[in-house]
């Protein structure tokens, strides 16, 4: 309901434009009223009645414009009718009430001057909740450029009730209304806003330039050197990071006595390769690289690409080659190897047992037999006796779940037998040894660090989906990698390795090596009841490695680490190489798998060296001389070696400690979109 406003004459031009207390003897208990409460009157008279208003309209428009209705106040009617002001403003005491002068003040502060609004300028507007349209300048506005009427040509009115409905600003007539809720802005130039905008992120990008004519000889040097700076400008927009190591990373490389030596006539390995149909081709190992006459060869070599540690095995049958009976030269031989690589400042990892044995051992029964458990033991005393000055970085067995398949259940290593029982019982044997080894090892040298080299596969099943398949993978998995990890850190045998308590092989790791390759896709199969009811195979459009080695498959390498991480212990990778002659693939697996690494370093796993298989194309076992793992390539006739590009790679890695852009471009440019994406 509203009210007639209270005349009041026109105060004098100098008097201040406000000389009392609008608000003193105003009623102000509505303030505290709750919502929805019956309507009152706000106001019980207008306070702006005495105040001067004609100043407003001193400088907005000119004197033959000014509305007869100014002494009405400063609430024009326009606004009024289109329901800007809501009882939402007048419920929580926004109106002008607020800006009231204190009784005590006697000084007005000065009054901005506003532009004035014409009908050539309109006045535009913009909802209030939306953003400053000056602040992003391209801001959408409310009828920028509609004419609006003279908000104080209509009738005044002074109050209005809090629940007195409002005109609906949507239906209205866009000519005769503002938008509900807008506030009238002035409509500002937006250049100096535009002048202040920061510069952007990247510049745009630049047009395509047209084909250059034809310069004569004396401008093709210029030429030469824009085109050279428009070619490196291009490089630096391509993504760049680095993949920095430790600065105290072992990089090395794996060998094996029997592989590298040459002429070891005395272990079982030599006997089985006379037998023809055990070895591809009909090979031998015969001189192999010539190590036991010139390993220093080879060391030079690792020498020069910058390794810092090398894994090398003694050999069993070398040092015993009969029961009890010891050959010291082959110990002073292997000291000056030792001493050979600390002379080049590359440390030493001695591995004491690489799937060859004496053959007495093998006459009696080999790793079968519990009685070659003590026998190891005397072994490994005699070797660190003579050889701890030189090492005390350890590594008593290799692989013992791959010994133990493919000597005992695949047949394809001496024995060459096809007994799962006896698999298993060699396995259990072997890290019986290794316990007694470390023990050992700790007699003689307190400071020695002492672990296994442990090969991990990856096993996922064919058919995630299938509970066949994916039972037939956990067993594999089971029997080839976890069975091992669970004795040594437990000290308890599980399937299939047995039952009960081995507490004798628990603390006996100091770190944990992971020899990893590839992985295998497993099948549920009824027929291979040898093998679990799994069968290996490829996943589907995989690329294979060399020689049917098996999958390309870098993430093993991460989920192996993270799944060694386990323990708590220090991992070494012993082993890691592809086979390939031809070197098309190394430096891509060789990348591929050192950022798998990184990547596991990232998380803290503690990785704390990589030794690559191998340093120089040597006799792989079953498969004879048909895959050359080597950084160098060899000639077993002539014993040449040849330096291939993934050990230019690996030295370069090493030199810098880091996978740099420039590595991956050069070597292996089709893995930038994967290491560097962007």
């Not at 020695?448 to 067993?475: E, Q, T």
């Not at 996943?539 to 498959?553: H, K, R, S, V, W």
């Not at 810098?656 to 979109?673: G, H, M, W």
Request: hydrophobic fraction near 40%; include cysteine.
């Amino acid at each position: 309901m509203a009210k007639k406003k209270q005349q009041s004459d026109k105060p004098q031009d100098d008097q201040p434009l406000i000389g009392h207390d609008p608000f003193e003897s105003l009623d102000m208990k509505w303030l505290n009223r709750e919502e929805g409460e019956p309507t009152i009157k706000v106001l019980g008279q207008d306070p702006f009645a005495d105040m001067d208003a004609d100043w407003v309209y001193q400088e907005l428009v000119p004197d033959d414009h000014a509305p007869e209705s100014m002494s009405t106040g400063l609430m024009p009617t326009g606004l009024m009718s289109t329901g800007l002001m809501s009882t939402g403003l007048m419920s929580t005491g926004l109106m002008p009430t607020e800006a009231a002068v204190a009784p005590d003040e006697t000084e007005a502060e000065t009054v901005p001057t506003v532009p004035v609004p014409d009908t050539a300028d309109p006045i535009d507007t913009f909802a209030f909740d939306q953003p400053d349209p000056f602040a992003s300048a391209l801001a959408d506005t409310f009828a920028f450029d509609q004419p609006q009427p003279d908000p104080f040509t209509s009738d005044p009115v002074d109050t209005f009730t809090l629940d007195q409905p409002q005109p609906d600003p949507v239906a209205s007539d866009p000519a005769d209304t503002f938008a509900f809720d807008q506030v009238v802005v002035e409509k500002r130039p937006l250049e100096p806003v535009l002048a202040k905008a920061e510069p952007p992120l990247f510049p745009p990008p630049e047009p395509i330039r047209p084909p250059r004519p034809a310069v004569a000889a004396g401008e093709q040097a210029a030429g030469d050197q824009i085109a050279a700076r428009e070619e490196k400008v291009e490089r630096v927009l391509l993504p760049r990071a680095t993949f920095h190591f430790p600065a105290d990373f072992k990089w090395g490389a794996a060998t094996a006595s029997h592989q590298v030596e040459g002429e070891n006539i005395h272990n079982d390995w030599w006997v089985w390769e006379q037998t023809e149909g055990h070895i591809r081709n009909g090979g031998t190992s015969g001189m192999a690289c010539d190590w036991w006459q010139n390993a220093e060869a080879d060391f030079d070599h690792a020498a020069a690409m910058g390794l810092n540690s090398l894994r090398l095995s003694v050999e069993w049958s070398r040092i015993e080659p009969r029961p009890g009976v010891f050959d010291d030269s082959a110990l002073e031989r292997y000291g000056q190897m030792l001493q050979g690589l600390w002379q080049r400042g590359i440390e030493p990892m001695v591995t004491l047992h690489h799937f060859s044995n004496p053959r007495w051992l093998s006459e009696q029964g080999g790793w079968e037999a519990s009685e070659t458990i003590p026998l190891f033991a005397r072994y490994v005393r005699r070797v660190v006796g003579a050889l701890s000055k030189y090492c005390n970085l350890w590594c008593t067995i290799n692989e013992p779940n791959v010994y133990g398949v493919m000597g005992y259940q695949e047949g394809v290593f001496p024995p060459g037998k096809t007994d799962m029982k006896a698999a298993l019982r060699v396995v259990r044997n072997m890290l019986a040894g290794h316990a007694a080894a470390y023990r050992e090892i700790h007699a003689i040298q307190s400071d020695a660090r002492v672990g296994l080299a442990h090969h991990m596969r990856v096993f996922d099943p064919v058919n995630p989906r299938s509970p066949l398949h994916r039972r037939a993978a956990r067993s594999t998995d089971k029997v080839f990698n976890q069975a091992i990890l669970t004795a040594l850190d437990k000290g308890r045998w599980t399937l299939p390795l047995g039952f009960g308590l081995a507490w004798n092989l628990r603390h006996t790791l100091d770190w944990i090596g992971l020899n990893y390759y590839t992985r295998d896709m497993v099948a549920f199969d009824r027929s291979q009841s040898q093998s679990l009811f799994g069968r290996r195979q490829h996943a589907d459009g995989a690329e294979m490695l060399d020689g049917g080695y098996g999958e390309f498959y870098a993430k093993g390498m991460f989920r192996c680490i993270q799944r060694l991480s386990r323990l708590g212990l220090p991992i070494y990778v012993t082993e890691n190489g592809i086979p390939d002659d031809d070197d098309d693939q190394r430096p891509r697996y060789l990348l591929a798998h050192l950022h798998q690494m990184w990547r596991a370093l990232q998380l803290c796993y503690p990785v704390m060296g990589y030794y690559h298989w191998t340093l120089v194309d040597n006799f792989e076992w079953a498969e004879g001389w048909s895959l050359r793992f080597g950084l160098l390539e060899l000639d077993p006739e002539t014993q040449t070696r040849t330096p291939r590009r993934s050990a230019d790679l690996y030295a370069e890695t090493i030199r810098e400690n880091a996978i740099t852009p420039q590595i991956i471009d050069a070597y292996a440019p089709e893995l930038r979109a994967e290491l560097l994406p962007g």
